[in-house]
C-alpha cells in the first residue's frame, strides 16, 4: 500500500489561485498534491475564479477543500481560515505561506514608491499576519509545520528591490518563527523557487517586458544550470510536501532552493 504523508492532516494554503496562464501555479500545485497525499485543505486567495478551479482540482482527486476568500494582509482574513481549519477541518497541521508577487518593481532608483510598499505589504504582511493567526493553534495542538515561499531572488542578480527585499525578510522572519516555536514542536521552513515556468513568472511577466511567451521562456530556461529548462510548479509542491510532512520531522529552521542550480553561480 503506498504511504499517504499527509493522511488526516489539515493544510492550510495561503495564495491557493493563480494568474491566467498556459501551466499551473505553485499554490495550486501544492493544493493538488497535497489533496493525492491525503490532507483535508482550507483554500486562501482573492481571486474567486481562480481559488475555485483550485478547490475542483482538489475535489477531482477526491479530496475536500473549504475556501476562504478575501486579502491575506488583513488580519480578518487570516483568523477565518484558521478557524475553519481548526473548528471546521478539525485542525491545523500544516500552513504554506504563498501569497507573493513582483508586479511593478524595479531598481532602487526607478522603482515607485508606492509600488515598493504594496510588495513589501502582499509579501511579508501575509506572512506574519497567517503565522500569527495559526501559531496559537498548532501550539496549542502540540505541533505543526509552517513552510513559507522566499525566492532565490535572494541569491542572485535581479534588479527589483522590492522583490529581492521582502522575500529576503519571509526568509529571516522564517528562521525566527522556527527558533521561537522548536519548543513547541512547530517546524518552519522556507523555500527559495527559481526560474519556474508558472503564470505568474512567465505569461505575466512576457508582456511587461516587451516579449512574447515564447521568447521569455527561453531566455529563461537559458539562465538554468541544470538541464537549459526551468522547473515546474510540481518541483516547488514536492519541496513544500517534504518540508509539510513528517520526512522532515526533523528540519526546521532551513531554506530550500529549488532553483537547478541558479544560485550556485556566483560572479
Not at 527561453?218 to 517534504?242: C, E, I, N, Q, S
Request: proline share 3%.
Amino acid at each position: 500500500m503506498a504511504f499517504v504523508r499527509l493522511a488526516g492532516e489539515v493544510a492550510v494554503i495561503a495564495g491557493a489561485g493563480q494568474a491566467p496562464g498556459e501551466t499551473i501555479g505553485n499554490g495550486r500545485a501544492m493544493a493538488v498534491l497535497f489533496a493525492r497525499e491525503g490532507a483535508d485543505l482550507v483554500l486562501i486567495d482573492v481571486d474567486e475564479a481562480s481559488v475555485a478551479e483550485t478547490a475542483r482540482l482538489v475535489e477531482a482527486e477526491g479530496g475536500k477543500a473549504r475556501v476562504v476568500l478575501g486579502d491575506v494582509t488583513t488580519e480578518e482574513v487570516c483568523a477565518e481560515a484558521v478557524r475553519v481549519a481548526d473548528e471546521e477541518a478539525g485542525g491545523l497541521d500544516v500552513l504554506v505561506c504563498n501569497v507573493g508577487t513582483n508586479r511593478g518593481d524595479g531598481g532602487v532608483t526607478s522603482v515607485d514608491l508606492a509600488v515598493w510598499e504594496r510588495i513589501m505589504a502582499l509579501n511579508t504582511r501575509s506572512m506574519l499576519l497567517m503565522c500569527r493567526a495559526a501559531l496559537p493553534v498548532m501550539r496549542r495542538r502540540g505541533g505543526g509545520a509552517i513552510v513559507t515561499i522566499s525566492s532565490a531572488a535572494t541569491r542572485v542578480s535581479l534588479n527589483q528591490i522590492a522583490y529581492k527585499m521582502s522575500k529576503a525578510a519571509v526568509e529571516q522572519a522564517t528562521t525566527a518563527v522556527a527558533d521561537a516555536n522548536a519548543r513547541h514542536g512547530i517546524r518552519a521552513n522556507t523555500i527559495l523557487p527559481g526560474l519556474i515556468e508558472t503564470p505568474m513568472g512567465v505569461d505575466q511577466q512576457a508582456p511587461e517586458v516587451g516579449m512574447s511567451r515564447a521568447d521569455w521562456a527561453a531566455l529563461r530556461d537559458a539562465k538554468v544550470p541544470l538541464g537549459r529548462r526551468m522547473g515546474t510548479a510540481w518541483d516547488v509542491a514536492h519541496a513544500a510536501l517534504y518540508l509539510g510532512s513528517d520526512e522532515s520531522r526533523f528540519v526546521t529552521g532551513v531554506t530550500l532552493p529549488v532553483d537547478g542550480g541558479q544560485s550556485l553561480r556566483v560572479g
